[in-house]
């Protein structure tokens, strides 16, 4: 196999997914573990305590025994940046594909998508359209896997609201938090999508959960603030901390129009980047 050939990167592209879905679902990214810890501080309720302590031990153990976080091991939902010299070809998408196989097996993870109707499970996390694929420009070739578990991804919301319901936002980030209760398994990490379209504004609040959580705007907190006032708190125990932090996305939008979504994380807010090796 010839050094800069397509077969070359394509094996590459392949042997980067593969990397950075074992990286995500087995270590926390460092931002998010300094939420947990700011979050267990805080906490004065015993059984809140009790749960972060819990949480904490799961993931060293995880760490230690470099199996995965949650046995709900997710879909993996993949970003790939292109430096100009890459083109986008139908390779970099069977690469991928080929990457999250090699990654069920290796791992392993717990083989998560079926068909949707016939409920048929492929057994290797791919089939029509999985994994989803996103790609970008950018100055590296990388990719990064944001794994996406059921109970989190099951509790998630999109709504349509008009331009004069601006201030109603919040109230559709908060009532989303309520109509989850526990089941996200929080604290949750919110990504919030505001404008764009009715697509676009899922695609955003997706994204959001990709940034950094140990620091947010003054809108971010103001939310995470009116979250964290619900007490639901960790697994839903009653609490402090509901949410660690809630991270957001805008694009524009249509004049009469003002999408907004709501894209619910659990606490295992799993994310890595693997800059795909090109020599």
């Known amino acids: 196999m010839r050094r800069g050939s397509a077969a070359f990167l394509r094996k590459r592209i392949s042997e980067a997914t593969?990397?950075?879905?074992?990286?995500?679902?087995?270590?926390?990214?460092?931002d998010v573990k300094r939420a947990i810890q700011r979050a267990a501080a805080a906490e004065t309720d015993p059984v809140a305590q009790g749960e972060f302590a819990n949480i904490q031990e799961n993931i060293a153990a995880a760490e230690g025994l470099a199996v995965p976080l949650c046995q709900d091991t997710g879909v993996p939902v993949i970003y790939l940046t292109l430096p100009p010299d890459?083109?986008?070809?139908?390779?970099?998408?069977?690469?991928?594909?080929?990457?999250?196989?090699r990654a069920t097996r290796s791992v392993?993870?717990?083989?998560?998508?079926?068909?949707?109707?016939?409920?048929?499970?492929?057994?290797?996390n791919t089939g029509d359209g999985m994994p989803a694929v996103h790609v970008r420009p950018g100055d590296k070739l990388t990719v990064t896997v944001l794994p996406k578990g059921a109970g989190a991804e099951n509790v998630s919301r999109i709504t349509m609201l008009l331009p004069s319901q601006k201030d109603e936002i919040g109230k559709f980030v908060i009532e989303t938090v309520l109509l989850a209760g526990g089941k996200p398994c929080p604290p949750v990490v919110l990504g919030v999508g505001i404008g764009g379209t009715f697509d676009g504004a899922a695609t955003l609040a997706k994204e959001a959960l990709l940034l950094p959580i140990d620091s947010m705007t003054e809108y971010e907190q103001q939310l995470c603030n009116a979250v964290n006032r619900l007490g639901i708190g960790p697994m839903g125990l009653g609490g402090k901390t509901t949410a660690l932090a809630v991270k957001v996305r805008t694009a524009a939008c249509h004049t009469a129009s003002l999408p907004v979504a709501v894209n619910v994380q659990c606490w295992a807010c799993r994310r890595a980047t693997v800059e795909v090796k090109r020599t």
């Open 86 to 101: 890459v083109p986008l070809t139908k390779d970099l998408y069977d690469a991928v594909i080929e990457g999250v196989r």
């Open 18 to 30: 593969e990397e950075a879905v074992k990286e995500a679902v087995i270590f926390l990214p460092p």
């Open 108 to 124: 392993p993870l717990r083989p998560n998508v079926v068909d949707p109707l016939s409920r048929h499970n492929t057994g290797d």
